[in-house]
T-cell receptor, first 116, second 117 residues
Framework: GAVVSQHPSWVICKSGTSVKIECRSLDFQATTMFWYRQFPKQSLMLMATSNEGSKATYEQGVEKDKFLINHASLTLSTLTVTSAHPEDSSFYICSARRPLATGELFFGEGSRLTVL | AQTVTQSQPEMSVQEAETVTLSCTYD???????LFWYKQPPSRQMILVIR??????QNATENRFSVNFQKAAKSFSLKISDSQLGDAAMYFCAYRSPSTGTASKLTFGTGTRLQVTL
């Protein structure tokens, strides 16, 4: 069964509204989670690294005020797309890492966001 | 910064045949992890196989095996006895052994594998 769960798997929203995507690790505590964005037929682009109890680390070019990340507990990280625009439409994937140096990364099912 | 290159955007293989997907990477680290992930139409990323750089022996998982050439920085995936269910996008990925932010995965651009009858 899935060890990392994302919700919602599919969401449509109007321009200007905000959308929250949740990423939960189901059977382990994840001190670090990662948020990726994937455009059609392209690779995964890392957006940010979510650290429990501290601020997220954003990759270059990713607007931190646009993509708010909260890692409030060891099993939950959220990505909020604020004031969404059509160009934010994409597939967003989270992954969680087991807290070991050799810890494997597990991926969520992904969330498809469509902004009208 | 590490980079991962997959030079084959698309590959095709007949059912029951063998196919090899190429991956090269660039790094200055001596210890790291390499992965092959499969992304089927459902978009769920599935780990196919992993290789620790300090291990000389090539990793094997059932029909999947790798050819890890550390000096050449090459990490190819061989799929034997291909099945229709193997059709997917395959991503090669690199990870530093560090923890926290540095443990992020760097992905290649992917290879789309088609399996024909």
């Amino acid at each position: 069964g899935a060890v990392v769960s994302q919700h919602p798997s599919w969401v449509i929203c109007k321009s200007g509204t905000s959308v929250k995507i949740e990423c939960r690790s189901l059977d382990f505590q994840a001190t670090t989670m990662f948020w990726y964005r994937q455009f059609p037929k392209q690779s995964l682009m890392l957006m940010a690294t979510s650290n429990e109890g501290s601020k997220a680390t954003y990759e270059q070019g990713v607007e931190k005020d646009k993509f708010l990340i909260n890692h409030a507990s060891l099993t939950l990280s959220t990505l909020t797309v604020t004031s969404a625009h059509p160009e934010d439409s994409s597939f967003y994937i989270c992954s969680a890492r087991r807290p070991l140096a050799t810890g494997e990364l597990f991926f969520g099912e992904g969330s498809r966001l469509t902004v009208l | 910064a590490q980079t991962v290159t997959q030079s084959q955007p698309e590959m095709s293989v007949q059912e029951a045949e063998t196919v090899t997907l190429s991956c090269t990477y660039d790094t200055s680290e001596s210890d790291y992890y390499l992965f092959w992930y499969k992304q089927p139409p459902s978009r769920q990323m599935i780990l196919v196989i992993r290789q620790e750089a300090y291990k000389q022996q090539n990793a094997t998982e059932n029909r999947f095996s790798v050819n890890f050439q550390k000096a050449a920085k090459s990490f190819s995936l061989k799929i034997s006895d291909s099945q229709l269910g193997d059709a997917a996008m395959y991503f090669c990925a690199y990870r530093s052994p560090s923890t926290g932010t540095a443990s992020k995965l760097t992905f290649g651009t992917g290879t789309r594998l088609q399996v024909t009858l």
